[in-house]
């Protein structure tokens, strides 16, 4: 197959999965499974850059924003992090933090991965006003009243600096919390969620708070 005719197939194949993934809460390929297709795009697009377009997913941070919440352009763009695949990946990336530094004596901060979903926290002079999903990047959703309903996200910040600030994390539940929920969703005859991911994205796009307040979200 002609590069431009695998590019073009890769970039369809990883677009309709980045739908169920991103909108629809619904991904059917692991993480391992995802990323290898992400790669093989990528290392086609380096190899042959006139073929590499602005849509591709190559070029894009996550999935669109829906229609059943109220879109919020982030005043700041919220990117995504890229993966690595091997030692030499991990080497090549310290040898571009030394050069971009201009330093080698730089220390790292190294954590597990919480596998969630990315939300933005704004706070007008300490006060919660706007909670928002990554979406594009560019533009997520409203989702303010389903992340009040978090029990550990402060709806006031004390002595939080006068003005408007911005907190970004991660909302996720634990494997065992994942696990009680599943449960709960197979007596009720409810679809179970294949991941805490998934899990932690379909609660948080529901129309009622109360569904949301009802899931271990962290």
């Known amino acids: 197959m002609h590069p431009k005719e695998e590019i073009e197939r890769l970039k369809k194949l990883i ?8 909108n629809l809460d619904n991904p059917v390929l692991s993480d391992t499974q995802y990323d290898e297709l992400y790669k093989q795009l990528k290392d086609l697009e380096d190899q042959y850059p006139q073929y590499r377009t602005k849509n591709s997913p190559t070029q ?6 829906g229609n059943l ?17 091997s030692p030499d990946e991990i080497r090549e990336w310290y040898a571009r933090a030394e050069k971009i530094l201009q330093r080698n004596d ?12 990315s939300c933005s926290l704004t706070y007008e002079n300490g006060i919660l006003i706007t909670a ?5 990047g560019k533009v997520g959703e409203d989702i303010t009243s389903n992340v009040r309903t978090i029990k550990n996200i402060p709806q006031k910040i004390a002595n939080a600096p006068a003005g408007l600030l911005e907190v ?10 994942l696990a009680a929920l599943n449960e709960r969703q197979q007596l009720k005859g409810d679809n179970i969620f294949a991941n805490t991911r998934n899990a932690a994205a379909g609660s948080l796009r529901q129309k009622d708070p109360l569904i949301t307040a009802q899931r271990p979200l962290k």
């Open 60 to 65: 894009r941070v996550g999935g669109q924003a």
């Open 15 to 22: 677009n309709y999965h980045n739908n169920l993934y991103y």
């Open 106 to 117: 730089f220390e790292m901060v190294v954590e597990g991965k919480i596998d969630g979903v």
């Open 132 to 136: 928002a999903s990554r979406g594009d």
């Open 69 to 85: 919440f109220t879109p919020v352009k982030h005043a700041v763009p919220m990117m995504s992090l890229d993966n690595s695949y």
């Open 168 to 177: 970004r994390g991660e909302v996720y539940l634990d494997k065992k919390d």
